[in-house]
């Protein structure tokens, strides 16, 4: 059987829409129907894989760091990471210049820097690409 | 034959230029292609019976494959009973595979 290869062009920031989830779950069911996936973060998109992301209490309810369990974005892309370290493989690239603009270089381990070129050569080679931009 | 599939995001009351996948997906319909629109995220907020937008309807009626995103459903508690007819309760994982099949375009919008 062929293998099959999703690339996905992300470029809504973290906590900003519902669009990060979706694109998670998109990423989450392919691997684990052994679909490879290529993600090539762009402008606010690499952030989602920024180490420095904290999660935090909520005061307006009391609840601790711990009760909260508040989602980190990084915590979804390392985890979807450790999914995909083999086969079926998960590729994630941040736009290198979209990094230093925000100063976002400190990214989970497993994360990539790269430029549009990389997401061209993505796309060339996948099944199928999906852009998700920002509105 | 092309496969097109819109992945619509948009909520119709708030965002106009959700006309824009109507036109594209009839057209495209029209032009003898297979479409299909999935409703994710607000984008489901136009599946409900009793919404007062008729694209979706229309859309039908030209033989568009309508999909409604099972998870945006559930977060904003729209039960399935409350589908419009000719929208189909789905999930993103059928949502994969059709985007993993040859000949599909996906266009987020």
């Known amino acids: 059987m062929t293998e099959k290869r999703l690339t996905l062009a992300l470029m809504e920031p973290p906590y900003e829409s519902a669009t990060s989830t979706t694109a998670f779950r998109i990423i989450s069911a392919a691997l684990n129907k052994g679909i490879h996936v290529n993600v090539f973060a762009y402008e606010g998109a690499v952030c989602l894989a920024l180490k420095d992301q904290a999660p935090h209490a909520n005061p307006v309810k009391g609840t601790t760091v711990e009760e909260e369990e508040h989602p980190t974005t990084r915590a979804f892309v390392s985890s979807l990471l450790e999914v995909g370290n083999g086969n079926p493989l998960l590729t994630w690239i941040n736009c290198g210049l979209c990094v230093d603009e925000r100063g976002a270089a400190n990214a989970v381990d497993g994360v990539k820097r790269g430029s549009p070129a990389d997401f061209l050569k993505m796309a060339q080679e996948s099944t199928n690409t999906l852009v998700i931009p920002t509105r | ?109």
Do not use: C
């Open chain 2, 1 to 109: 034959m092309t496969h097109y599939v819109f992945i619509e995001s948009r909520d119709p009351f708030e965002s106009r230029d959700t006309r824009f996948v109507e036109e594209t997906a009839t057209a495209l319909k029209q032009r003898g292609d297979e479409v299909t629109v999935f409703l994710v995220q607000n984008g489901v907020l136009a599946a409900r019976q009793n919404a007062r937008d008729n694209s979706l309807a229309r859309m039908a009626a030209a033989g568009v494959s309508l999909l409604a995103d099972d998870f945006s459903l559930s977060e904003r508690g729209i039960q399935p009973a409350e589908l419009r007819p000719g929208i189909e309760r789905s999930g993103i994982e059928h949502l994969v595979d059709v985007l993993v099949q040859d000949h599909t375009k996906a266009i987020w919008h």
